[in-house]
């Protein structure tokens, strides 16, 4: 059935699994989107995508693309009529594009998630409410606000708009509480959450994906390290004892659970020094730390999004591998011209994944390389090694 015809029937039911020959939307076609397609495609379903770019990777691999502004509310209504099934890739989605998909078809993860996700505010407010460990944040809505934070978090923090901050965009570091005023106003005095700076040892994640039965699946806690506010390196396993690991995992639990998530979900973490986690934030979403789940792991993060938007059982989160490390390739690598492919895949243990974004600006993620190896450390120095070859010197 083409998706012209499907698009005046009466809405699709929105429980029992999807089987494979169904048609699954994705707003957004970005790389995550394209990564969700290509496995939802390997399932054998079909793919539609919602853009409201020009230059979407997850548009080559969709049957069917919609091209409108994420606003257009009757072009959404029209979209999610087509569809049997709808996730999203990125957390700005409007809250009322999601309402509005919701009445015509099954949109997982449903917009409870995403609007916690979407507002620091209110993600803090639920971490705070499940009794999740974070380090001290105060709301900075106006001047009214000034005093009360600053007297909580005096010495160095970072202020972050509540809304629409990623890759470090919308963000600032103080030195002191007394940088706080002229930091707001360079915000554009939007509603902030001043959070004390954690002097973290390490960056964690962890993936989980929830199933419609409320089975939960999650993969290994994850360390990642960041160059420029972007991830740049992720290697699995994470260091870190058994009992951090347990944490982590009651920590992505609870919230999936709470969130009553079907899909897939990261949350970011910062190891202390004495052991303890904070939660630092939540990604409705696959997340670009769990990239390695491609090559690594039985069933990687994007099938288990297939699988838990289809209704279908999770898979095994289960590494297949020795420890793996995925480098991001961002469009810097091509500054010099097209990088040098032949010597980096030259190396043992190489997977390469490609985007397929015709622009390489600097700063935008293109591509990652992941790398298998007998240690954490060997997978690590390997990946920036692969990544290094593709810029190299004769
Ligand atoms: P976010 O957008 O909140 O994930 O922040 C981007 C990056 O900034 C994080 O991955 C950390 O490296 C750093 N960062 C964010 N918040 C804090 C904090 N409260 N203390 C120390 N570093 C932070």
């Given at each position: 059935?083409?998706?012209?015809?499907?698009?005046?029937?009466?809405?699709?039911?929105?429980?029992?699994?999807?089987?494979?020959?169904?048609?699954?939307?994705?707003?957004g076609?970005?790389?995550?989107?394209?990564?969700?397609?290509?496995?939802a495609?390997?399932?054998?379903?079909?793919?539609?995508?919602?853009t409201?770019?020009?230059?979407?990777?997850?548009?080559?691999?969709?049957?069917?693309?919609?091209?409108?502004?994420?606003e257009?509310?009757?072009?959404?209504?029209?979209?999610?009529?087509?569809?049997?099934?709808?996730?999203?890739?990125?957390e700005?989605?409007?809250?009322?594009?999601?309402?509005?998909?919701a009445?015509?078809?099954?949109?997982?993860?449903?917009?409870?998630?995403?609007?916690?996700?979407?507002?620091?505010?209110?993600?803090?407010?639920?971490?705070?409410?499940?009794?999740?460990?974070?380090?001290?944040?105060?709301?900075?809505c106006?001047?009214?606000?000034?005093?009360?934070?600053?007297?909580?978090?005096?010495?160095?923090?970072?202020?972050?708009?509540?809304?629409?901050?990623?890759?470090?965009?919308?963000?600032?570091?103080?030195?002191?509480?007394?940088?706080?005023?002229?930091?707001?106003?360079?915000?554009?005095?939007?509603p902030?959450?001043?959070?004390?700076f954690?002097?973290?040892v390490?960056?964690?994640?962890?993936?989980?994906?929830?199933?419609?039965?409320?089975?939960?699946?999650?993969?290994e806690?994850?360390?990642?390290?960041?160059?420029?506010?972007?991830?740049?390196?992720?290697?699995?396993?994470?260091?870190?004892s058994?009992?951090?690991?347990?944490?982590?995992?009651?920590?992505?639990?609870?919230?999936?659970?709470?969130l009553?998530?079907?899909?897939?979900?990261?949350?970011?973490?910062?190891?202390l020094?004495?052991?303890?986690l904070?939660?630092?934030?939540?990604?409705?979403?696959?997340?670009?730390?769990?990239?390695?789940?491609?090559?690594?792991?039985?069933c990687?993060?994007?099938?288990?999004?297939?699988?838990?938007?289809?209704?279908?059982p999770?898979?095994?989160?289960?590494?297949?591998?020795?420890?793996?490390?995925?480098?991001?390739?961002?469009?810097?690598?091509?500054?010099?011209?097209?990088?040098?492919?032949?010597?980096?895949?030259?190396?043992?243990?190489?997977?390469?994944?490609?985007?397929?974004?015709?622009e390489?600006?600097?700063?935008?993620?293109?591509?990652h390389?992941?790398?298998?190896?007998?240690?954490?450390e060997g997978?690590?120095?390997?990946?920036?090694?692969?990544?290094?070859?593709?810029?190299?010197?004769?």
């Amino acid at each position: 059935m083409s998706a012209e015809t499907r698009s005046h029937r009466a809405p699709v039911r929105t429980d029992g699994p999807l089987s494979p020959g169904a048609l699954l939307g994705a707003l957004g076609g970005g790389q995550l989107g394209r990564m969700f397609a290509l496995e939802a495609r390997r399932l054998g379903y079909r793919v539609a995508v919602y853009t409201a770019e020009a230059d979407a990777p997850g548009a080559d691999i969709a049957e069917h693309v919609v091209r409108a502004p994420y606003e257009d509310l009757d072009a959404v209504a029209k979209f999610a009529r087509t569809v049997d099934a709808l996730t999203f890739e990125f957390e700005n989605v409007p809250a009322a594009t999601v309402a509005t998909a919701a009445q015509f078809t099954r949109v997982r993860p449903g917009g409870g998630l995403l609007a916690v996700a979407q507002d620091r505010l209110q993600e803090k407010a639920t971490f705070a409410r499940l009794g999740l460990p974070i380090g001290e944040a105060a709301r900075v809505c106006g001047p009214e606000d000034y005093a009360e934070a600053a007297a909580r978090i005096p010495g160095s923090s970072v202020l972050k708009t509540a809304r629409l901050g990623y890759d470090g965009k919308g963000q600032i570091k103080l030195a002191d509480a007394t940088e706080l005023p002229q930091a707001h106003a360079k915000l554009g005095g939007a509603p902030c959450v001043l959070e004390a700076f954690v002097p973290f040892v390490a960056e964690l994640s962890i993936v989980g994906a929830r199933g419609a039965d409320g089975e939960v699946a999650l993969y290994e806690p994850f360390e990642n390290e960041h160059a420029r506010h972007i991830l740049d390196v992720t290697t699995c396993p994470a260091a870190v004892s058994d009992t951090v690991e347990a944490e982590a995992r009651r920590i992505a639990r609870a919230l999936l659970e709470d969130l009553d998530v079907v899909g897939v979900m990261c949350v970011e973490l910062f190891l202390l020094g004495d052991g303890r986690l904070f939660v630092n934030e939540i990604a409705p979403r696959p997340h670009n730390s769990g990239h390695l789940t491609l090559d690594a792991h039985e069933c990687s993060q994007f099938e288990q999004q297939v699988r838990a938007l289809a209704g279908l059982p999770l898979g095994s989160t289960r590494r297949i591998a020795g420890p793996a490390a995925m480098a991001n390739l961002l469009g810097d690598l091509w500054a010099n011209g097209e990088p040098n492919w032949s010597r980096a895949l030259a190396l043992p243990g190489v997977h390469l994944h490609l985007y397929g974004k015709s622009e390489a600006r600097a700063g935008r993620k293109m591509g990652h390389l992941t790398v298998l190896d007998r240690t954490a450390e060997g997978a690590r120095t390997r990946a920036r090694e692969a990544r290094a070859a593709l810029v190299a010197k004769p």
